[in-house]
């Protein structure tokens, strides 16, 4: 029974991680659909200095027309962390584009065997 639920986690865990693995690649390469997948109903969307709560498809909106005027190349994961409770983690990557490059930050609540994102920060880094 231990072993089941040992398994369980390392599952769930690998599962999340493959997500935010995922949700960085598309910003990578500008995939809207990649993104939009992960984002929750309503997420606190901060674009250099820019910032509100939006519905998801506001936010949509905004990240894709900032991802069609920058042209992102590359994405350098910098660190992350988690709750205490493991309910929550972040985690931040170095963006490369056209333009520049910028810092970004994305929070995830866990949800199962998911992560939703609740916030997304872009600042020139």
């Known amino acids: 029974m231990r072993f089941f639920i040992i ?9 999340i991680k493959a997500q ?11 995939s809207i659909s990649g993104i939009s997948q992960y984002l929750d109903n309503k997420v606190e969307l901060s674009i250099i200095d820019d910032h509100n709560m939006y519905s998801r498809n506001q936010a949509i909106q905004k990240i ?15 660190h992350g962390g988690e709750s205490n409770d493991n309910s929550s983690f972040y985690h931040v ?10 810092r970004v930050f994305v929070y995830f609540e866990r949800g199962g065997n998911s992560a939703i ?3 997304i920060q872009i600042d020139p880094f």
């Open 7 to 15: 398994l369980s986690i390392i599952s769930t865990a690998l599962g």
């Open 20 to 30: 935010e693995n995922q949700f960085f690649n598309a910003m990578r390469t500008g």
């Open 64 to 78: 894709n027309s900032w991802l069609n005027k920058s042209n992102p190349s590359s994405v350098q994961n910098l």
């Open 93 to 102: 990557a170095k963006l490369t584009t056209r333009s520049g490059h910028y």
């Open 117 to 119: 994102i609740k916030k």
